[in-house]
């Protein structure tokens, strides 16, 4: 799952909960029986599944993995507003709770993220400067063309770039 900054209001838990659930059914479509019963029951009304009624779909399509991993990108995009993203994870600590569910998260160093994950174990990942550059320089074909065929302002783009992303690193979080 990818979370999007511009797509922050359709990213709250029950939206999440469900692409998770909506991958798993595709990955496996003999066990779409509790997704089909959530549909049954909301569409005639006009309605949506609520946020209970997700995870108890997503519990019941879990019984039929021995392991399911789930990695999360960009998790410090989706935006707290209302708490989505703390309860997104509260969601998914208690799908864990007897199954073999492993998370794996990728996100800037942001103190709320950073608390969720205290007792998993972290990796951080830093761009360094030569990566940066060695990326830019690929990405040339896609300037305009005064930049193309100017090798100072190629040169002033890529140091440009490469001062903008001084300092960004991301971590790289598994429970």
Request: aromatic residues 6%; glycine residues 4%.
């Amino acid at each position: 799952m990818y979370c999007n900054y511009k797509a922050q209001k359709e990213q709250d838990a029950s939206s999440m909960l469900a692409a998770i659930l909506k991958q798993l059914v595709q990955a496996r479509p003999s066990i779409i029986e509790p997704v089909e019963r959530l549909h049954q029951q909301h569409t005639g009304q006009g309605t949506r599944p609520s946020l209970d009624e997700i995870s108890s779909a997503l519990r019941d399509v879990l019984v039929h993995y021995p392991t399911v991993h789930i990695v999360i990108d960009a998790l410090d995009e989706c935006r707290d507003t209302d708490g989505a993203r703390r309860q997104f994870l509260a969601r998914l600590r208690e799908l864990q709770a007897g199954r073999d569910v492993r998370l794996m998260a990728t996100s800037r160093f942001i103190p709320e993220i950073v608390d969720e994950f205290r007792e998993a174990l972290r990796l951080e990942v830093q761009a360094s400067e030569e990566d940066v550059k060695r990326f830019v320089v690929g990405q040339t074909y896609r300037l305009p063309k005064c930049i193309q065929r100017d090798s100072a302002l190629q040169n002033m783009v890529q140091d440009k770039i490469v001062e903008a992303v001084g300092g960004m690193y991301a971590s790289c979080s598994a429970w």
